[in-house]
């Protein structure tokens, strides 16, 4: 099986600050990570790799920064990595990017070997948007699975997904080449093994795409081909807590001390009576 | 994958840590045609400016003769203060020194620079890797084991820092005890290039170190400090662990100690320094004092050689604190006794005691050993309080007069007598604080 295996280069932190003057992000003291829910991916990609052979090839579209992170899931096991990385491709979107992975993943294809299976993480920490698994797949035309839990191969073309949802576990036969998306949850990663990081640096397994080799169109790829526009950015203000604990005697007491306090809060007492009103109370 | 057949599995000396004596044993070795792995545990990077300090060059420049040109330096050291506290009352010594001969520096980027140097000169650089076990076999070191990876060398240079696991499982070391760590908290507060030249009154690559004593810990054994970057300031206290917990199980202390430091930051007398800068970064970390005591009872055993901050080779006078140039004069000792090893028949333990040998006629052990008085000295409450108040005293008669203004001598006897210390005492205490520093 050759598997591709999406990585994202982001801030290493969820608290990042947002500068009130400009809107944009305080990146000073953060340093990157690989994309946390990228690690149930690759670990995945990984585990198909340990059961039926082949070959894990990671793949980022990214400043050349990135490599730090590539360079992490060579430690890991992936055989190689491939960074594209053009000063066309900056400012995209989720629709610019996934245009630029899917002519990747075609490129792999068709000049190092046959791609089974692509995997993607859940979403990135930094936009949360999930978009990039689902676009990647419209672009290819291949079917596209999401909250994988676990992969089985059935036959030489057929995998066997399961996904767990909050109700339901469900598994499904997809048909092979494919893009899956792990849940969050799904794998726990391996650590990085010092015999890994030893080939990282004697073989070099990566390699780095420009427009040049891509050949794409500029006008599909970036800023310019991405129709997503930011508005506006609004920081929600922080909202002083009052701080209070209260250890009521049983259930009828709390009720009642919320209530009493609640009531005796100007806004809180206002907001109370219209959700209760809504809510076809008396 | 899992069996890599062409990858190297033997080196001639696999160095554990990537800090200034690891790099610097890595350099050296690489550049003599030694086959080294140097394995970091974190990300080797520069990411975080909260680890820093002064540190001293010219040991470094033994290694690195282009350091003052490439190295990442902050400024260089040409005012040296020293500061008494009592509430608001401040005495203060400054020293403007001639010579260039200390820098402050970020410490991963000044790490991150002789790691690249070890890397530049062949040595194999792998990050984000942690060693389990440094393997031994017949009563020597063999190689070391991450994970289910076993990598095999003639020597290994044990550079881990200060938290010493491997030592401590090789049951060379003991584990760390009270008596001898102390606690750093840190602020880097940052205020621009210019607001640092002008308030300090320094030029555009020279900068302050400043030691504060007294009131400033609430009378705990330790101090504070504050040196200057480029564009920001450090500052901070170091409390020694074993009295903070004396002071705080009885009674005399029940603050957290970043409110101490809080209190540091707006003392009236500092506080113009940081006008309106922010505060870029905080934490805090542990720290070695009394490092004789932190020495293994060996600098080498067979197949192993410790250096740096792992062989307890920290300094601590008082007034100065210095880690990092002894970390890479150890690198370098290490790397030389290796080399001879080579040259001299093989790596057997005889010839790699020359390191151990070297390591005590060196200028660091001798000054660890010169300097252990003033450890004493600044772990003592009553010395630590007493000298700084008399002193106090004085100068509060001299100088505060409304109406009259005592002389130096009458200062003197009136403040020794408030504070119930005989004359005698005081000049045959002085000589012996003069004698230990």
């Known amino acids: ?282 | 994958m899992n069996n890599l057949p062409d990858l190297p599995t033997k080196f001639d000396v696999i160095v554990i840590g990537a800090g200034p004596s690891g790099s610097a044993a890595a350099y050296l070795l690489a550049k003599k045609g030694f086959k080294v792995l140097l394995i970091e545990r974190g990300r080797g990077l520069g990411d975080k400016n909260l680890y820093g300090g002064r540190v001293y060059a010219p040991p470094i420049r033994e290694v690195w003769p282009e350091l003052d040109k490439e190295a990442p330096i902050q400024r260089w050291v040409t005012k040296e203060r020293i500061s008494m506290v009592q509430g608001e009352k401040v005495i203060t010594f400054e020293y403007k020194a001639e010579k260039k001969i200390s820098f402050v520096s970020y410490l991963t980027q000044l790490s991150q620079w002789m790691s690249k140097k070890a890397e530049d000169a062949g040595a194999l650089f792998v990050t984000e890797v942690t060693i389990d076990e440094i393997v031994m076999k017949d009563g020597k070191a063999v190689g070391v084991r991450s994970g289910p990876d076993f990598i095999e060398a003639d020597v290994v240079i044990d550079a881990e820092g200060v938290n010493r696991l491997l030592l401590e499982r090789l049951g060379i070391v003991e584990r760390l005890k009270p008596d001898n760590i102390a606690l750093g908290v840190k602020e880097v507060l940052k205020t621009g290039a210019s607001n640092i030249e002008s308030s300090f009154n320094v030029g555009p690559n020279e900068g302050v170190a400043w030691v504060i004593m007294g009131d400033v810990t609430k009378g705990i054994p330790g101090g504070g400090f504050i040196y200057t970057n480029k564009d920001s300031i450090s500052m901070g206290l170091v409390l020694h662990l074993k009295h903070s917990m004396n002071f705080i199980e009885n009674g005399k202390f029940d603050e957290h100690v970043s409110k101490l430091v809080e209190e540091f930051r707006f003392h009236p007398y500092f506080r113009p320094y940081w006008k309106d800068a922010i505060i870029s970064e905080y934490g805090a970390h542990l720290t070695i004092e009394g490092a004789t005591h932190f020495m293994p009872s060996k600098f080498a055993y067979p197949g192993l050689l410790i250096v740096g901050d792992a062989a307890g080779l920290l300094l601590s006078t008082g007034y100065t604190f210095r880690g990092v140039d002894y970390a890479v004069y150890s690198g370098k000792l290490a790397a030389e006794a290796v080399e001879y090893a080579r040259n001299n028949g093989g790596f057997t333990y005889e010839n790699l005691e020359t390191y151990d040998k070297n390591i005590r006629r060196s200028f660091m052990y001798n000054e660890l050993f010169k300097h252990r008085g003033a450890e004493l000295l600044m772990n003592n409450p009553v010395m630590m309080a007493k000298y700084p108040s008399i002193l106090m005293r004085v100068m509060e008669k001299m100088f505060e007069g409304e109406y009259t203004q005592e002389t130096i001598y009458n200062a003197l006897m009136q403040a020794l007598k408030e504070e119930k210390v005989g004359p005698f005492d005081l000049i045959s205490q002085a000589f012996g604080m003069v004698k230990s520093l």
């Open chain 1, 1 to 282: 099986m050759r598997i591709v295996v999406g990585m994202k280069w982001v801030p290493g932190t969820t608290s990042v600050r947002i500068d009130p003057k400009t809107g944009t992000l305080i990146r000073e003291g953060v340093p990157s990570i690989v994309n946390p829910h990228d690690m149930p991916a690759v670990e995945l990609a990984l585990q198909l790799k340990d059961t039926y052979g082949g070959e894990v090839i990671a793949l980022t579209m990214s400043p050349p920064p990135a490599i730090r992170g590539l360079e992490y899931l060579i430690g890991m096991g992936v055989d190689r990595a491939i960074l594209v990385s053009d000063r066309v491709y900056a400012g995209a979107d989720t629709l610019a990017t996934s245009y630029v992975l899917a002519k990747a993943i075609e490129k792999i294809d068709k000049e190092i070997g046959k791609v089974d299976l692509a995997i993607f993480g859940q979403e990135t920490i930094d936009s949360s948007t999930a978009h990039i698994g689902a676009q990647t797949a419209s672009w290819l035309d291949w079917p596209y699975i999401y909250y994988a839990h676990s992969v089985k191969l059935i036959d030489n073309n057929k995998v066997l997904v399961e996904r767990v949802l909050e109700n339901a576990i469900e598994d499904w036969e997809v048909e092979l080449p494919a893009i899956i998306s792990t849940h969050m949850k799904a794998l726990k990663p391996r650590p990085v093994r010092l015999i890994n990081k030893i080939r990282y640096k004697v073989e070099k397994p990566l390699i780095t795409w420009t427009n040049n080799d891509m050949k794409l169109d500029p006008r599909c790829t970036g800023l310019k081909g991405s129709p997503t526009i930011v508005a506006k950015t609004v920081d929600v203000p922080e909202v002083p807590r009052k701080k209070v604990v209260y250890k009521p005697k049983d259930g009828e007491d709390a009720a009642k001390w919320l209530i009493k306090t609640l009531m005796e809060d100007e806004k809180a007492s206002k907001a109370l009576i219209k959700a209760l009103k809504e809510g076809g109370a008396k």
